[in-house]
């Protein structure tokens, strides 16, 4: 896990997943009904947190030079240029858009990828 100045040990990720195994281990199995699909929920979302905090900033630098090989800035830009048809539609944008959804998938249901 990367540390970031100034701060120490733990991280925010490692925080989250604190948390998150608590709710798991402790919470989950001593409630019931609505308490407990809330709490459900809570551990999924903090698991999509701790995700995005240790993969976010590498798939984001991917992601803006896949985008940069297309010529594009941002999403936005990516979006312009295709409704525009001045990115053809074919296998780079192809490419880069199967990648896009598979960032946004390991971050939030990593289970839904059959490879990777």
């Known amino acids: 896990m990367t540390r970031t100045e100034p701060h120490d040990v733990p991280t925010a990720a490692e925080l989250v997943a604190a948390v998150r195994d608590f709710l798991q281990s402790d919470v989950l199995p001593a409630v019931e009904g609505r308490v407990r699909y809330h709490t459900r929920v809570a551990v999924n979302v903090l698991g999509m947190v701790e995700r995005e905090l240790e993969l976010g900033p590498a798939q984001a630098a991917e992601h803006a030079a896949r985008l940069a090989e297309l010529g594009v800035a941002d999403d936005a830009e990516l979006a ?10 074919d296998g780079p944008l192809l490419a880069v858009l199967e990648q896009a959804v598979r960032a946004k998938l390991k971050v939030a249901n990593p289970g839904y990828l059959t490879h990777d």
């Open 80 to 89: 312009a240029a295709i409704r525009e048809g001045r990115v053809p539609d």
